[in-house]
């Protein structure tokens, strides 16, 4: 039990701080990680709703999703647990974007560091998210469940949905907007560099644990 709760404690710890590399992203305005590039731009458009409460939004619609996929294979408490987790997120992301509403970007080079910044961070988060080991956000559960209805490989049903986020966001700019906001060249750099960031900390804590026994 004390190994669940620790387990559960590193996993909240993980989403807080991926959180503030979302809001570390939506600040620098070069554009969101794939994942966050739609609710991120449908809150440009539509103001009724906070940036995190279209995370929201879009997370109910992919663990419905899930629903319909696996059916009677559904474990209804892992959708409870993905539910409530998803929710915190939300709302984490949108107290990150305003513990760091202060701070002034008033240059392209700032953005750019602050964007840079926001992918160390999200792959710090994401990564020790992994190490707790307990649940899957919503949208890496319905990659998963894709994976196991179709047959193909998570890997590849994940670079479909985040090229397919990143379009969407585009298009949704486009045409509301007039300009793209959610998708820039901040989406694409997030894309290549997060998940060589993730490898560069496991490949770090690796070397230190090996050092240590």
């Known amino acids: 039990m004390k190994q669940v709760i620790k387990n559960y404690a590193l996993f909240l710890i993980g989403l807080f701080i991926a959180a503030m590399g979302v809001a570390l992203s939506a600040k620098?305005?070069?554009g969101t990680s794939p994942v966050a590039s739609v609710p991120y731009s449908i809150s440009l458009v539509n103001h009724s709703l906070t940036f995190g409460w279209w995370l929201n939004i879009c997370s109910v619609v992919q663990i419905l999703v899930q629903v319909a996929l696996l059916r009677k294979k559904c474990k209804p408490v892992e959708i409870i647990i993905q539910t409530v987790l998803a929710f915190v997120?939300?709302?984490?992301?949108?107290?990150?974007?305003?513990?760091?509403?202060?701070l002034q970007v008033n240059s392209y080079a700032v953005q750019f560091a602050l964007m840079i910044l926001s992918c160390i961070v999200l792959g710090f988060g994401i990564w020790i998210q992994f190490k707790g080991g307990v649940a899957m956000l919503p949208g890496e559960a319905m990659n998963r469940a894709i994976s196991e209805v179709t047959g193909k490989s998570y890997e590849n049903i994940k670079i479909f949905f985040d090229v397919l986020y990143i379009v969407v966001a585009a298009v949704i700019c486009f045409i509301f907007?007039?300009?793209l906001e959610g998708v820039r060249e901040g989406s694409i750099i997030a894309a290549v560099l997060i998940g060589n960031i993730i490898k560069l900390y496991n490949l770090a804590f690796n070397k230190i644990t090996s050092k240590s026994c």
Do not use: E
């Open 89 to 102: 997120y939300g709302y984490l992301t949108d107290f990150s974007c305003n513990l760091i509403s202060g």
């Open 28 to 30: 620098a305005g070069l």
């Open 177 to 179: 907007v007039g300009k």
